[in-house]
């Protein structure tokens, strides 16, 4: 069984960065597309970024310029850079690994970005 850890949330100011990373258990990492997802209070969970176990990212329009996810296989650990924070990215912010018969979510890191 997959399991996933996320670190690296706190309360930052307005235009600050934080580094999340997710680590995982198990050796279907390296063949599983990796997430960040958050869920703002009040709102549905949505995407922020993906990566393909290749590389390949994908983001939200909301955070594309801001936001970098990268993975290291070896470590079975994803990260995602949030830099140039605002209010509106405060939410939960959940690791996911998927594979086509695979699902998993970590608990959630909060991230709280104000004044």
């Known amino acids: 069984q997959v399991q996933l850890v996320e670190s690296g949330g706190g309360l930052v100011q307005p235009g600050g960065s934080l580094r999340l990373s997710c680590a995982a258990s198990?050796?279907?990492?390296?063949?599983?597309?990796m997430g960040w997802y958050r869920q703002a209070p009040g709102k549905q969970r949505e995407l922020v970024a993906t990566?393909?176990?290749?590389?390949?990212?994908n983001y939200a329009d909301s955070v594309k310029g801001r936001f970098t996810i990268s993975r290291d296989n070896a470590k079975i650990t994803v990260y995602l850079q949030m830099n140039s924070l605002k209010p509106e990215d405060t939410a939960v912010y959940y690791c996911n690994l998927k594979t086509p018969g695979y699902d998993a979510w970590g608990q959630g890191t909060q991230v709280t970005v104000s004044s």
């Open positions: 990566i393909t176990p290749n590389g390949r990212a």
């Open positions: 198990g050796s279907i990492f390296r063949f599983a597309v």
